[in-house]
């Protein structure tokens, strides 16, 4: 704790706990520019033969994203914007790694956004290298994961059932959405839209201008089908708000547009709908 601090980027919180959730590793240029040259020269995992590897942007192994340009890591889940280093706050960091607290005893963190498939012994060598934990223990290390998924655009209706046989339905992650929340979600509006239909009651689309009803949208037809691959929510998927000015000075305006647009009619669906517990 001599050289990494406590801080949430722009000390985001409202208790003190939420302004330190996360440990900071500081790293200088020529610290940065090091890491960088081992992360690009460790033995990585290979794929079996067959298996090919399309990335999701989102979720990419960080020698990925250092391929990519020796700068990426720094505008990424590297960049050392929003902190400032408690033990020397004039010097601004190149490049900071950031830990997040991973149990209620404080015993285990998480490296944020390091994704990867290099081999253990090099994630060790390599993660050694970072300010601060030169001296720590692997709980476990990292991986890729394979995120299985159907093509929904040609295969589902807007109720997440199989166009073929309606009888099926599916739901959560498979139906090609990114995300803990999201396939949740996923799983939450088809089993709402099951319950109707078992009860003989039968509900509208989710509306498009909400999060859930965006989502379904986009996987079961808005998305291109040659080109379909797995999706966060995020506000492109929004329809938009008419009248909004653009820009990054109208951003929080529009935002807000869309977030007050969507609970009106998100409210509207769940009253309409006869399965909602009072």
């Known amino acids: 704790m001599d050289v990494v601090w406590a801080q949430s980027r722009y000390d985001k919180g409202e208790t003190?706990?939420?302004?330190?959730?996360y440990l900071n590793c500081p790293m200088t240029k020529d610290q940065y520019e090091a890491f960088i040259d081992?992360?690009?020269?460790?033995?990585?995992?290979?794929?079996?033969?067959?298996?090919?590897?399309?990335?999701?942007d989102g979720c990419l192994p960080i020698e990925v994203m250092a391929e990519?340009?020796?700068?990426?890591?720094?505008?990424?889940?590297?960049?050392?914007i929003g902190l400032t280093n408690a033990h020397d706050p004039e010097n601004k960091p190149y490049a900071v790694v950031q830990l997040r607290r991973d149990n209620a005893l404080g015993t285990l963190f998480n490296i944020v956004g390091f994704q990867t498939k290099m081999k253990y012994?090099?994630?060790?060598?390599?993660?050694?290298?970072?300010?601060?934990?030169?001296?720590?223990?692997?709980?476990?290390?990292?991986?890729?994961?394979?995120?299985?998924?159907?093509n929904?655009?040609?295969?589902?209706?807007?109720?997440?059932?199989?166009?073929?046989?309606?009888?099926?339905?599916?739901?959560?992650?498979?139906?090609g959405v990114e995300g803990y929340v999201e396939s949740a979600a996923m799983g939450l509006l088809a089993a709402r839209f099951a319950i109707a239909e078992l009860t003989g009651e039968t509900l509208p689309p989710a509306p498009q201008?909400?999060?859930?009803?965006a989502l379904v949208?986009?996987?079961?037809?808005?998305?291109?089908?040659?080109?379909?691959?797995?999706?966060?929510?995020?506000?492109?998927?929004?329809?938009?708000?008419?009248?909004?000015?653009?820009?990054?000075?109208?951003?929080?305006?529009r935002y807000q547009?869309?977030?007050?647009?969507?609970?009106?009619?998100?409210?509207?669906?769940?009253a309409a709908s006869s399965v909602v517990p009072a």
């Open 121 to 150: 012994g090099a994630q060790t060598e390599v993660f050694k290298m970072i300010p601060g934990l030169e001296n720590a223990s692997f709980a476990r290390l990292g991986g890729i994961h394979r995120n299985t998924f159907m």
């Open 217 to 253: 949208t986009h996987i079961t037809g808005g998305a291109e089908a040659k080109t379909f691959q797995p999706m966060n929510v995020n506000f492109g998927l929004f329809p938009p708000v008419e009248g909004l000015k653009g820009g990054r000075r109208g951003r929080k305006d």
């Open 257 to 270: 547009a869309y977030t007050d647009r969507a609970k009106e009619d998100w409210r509207n669906w769940l």
């Open 16 to 21: 003190e706990a939420e302004q330190k959730a």
């Open 209 to 213: 201008t909400t999060a859930m009803g």
């Open 38 to 56: 081992a992360l690009l020269a460790a033995d990585k995992t290979e794929f079996h033969e067959g298996e090919t590897a399309g990335y999701f």
């Open 152 to 175: 929904s655009p040609t295969l589902l209706d807007h109720e997440m059932r199989l166009r073929q046989r309606p009888n099926i339905r599916f739901a959560g992650q498979v139906t």
């Open 68 to 80: 990519r340009g020796r700068e990426t890591l720094r505008f990424g889940p590297m960049k050392p």
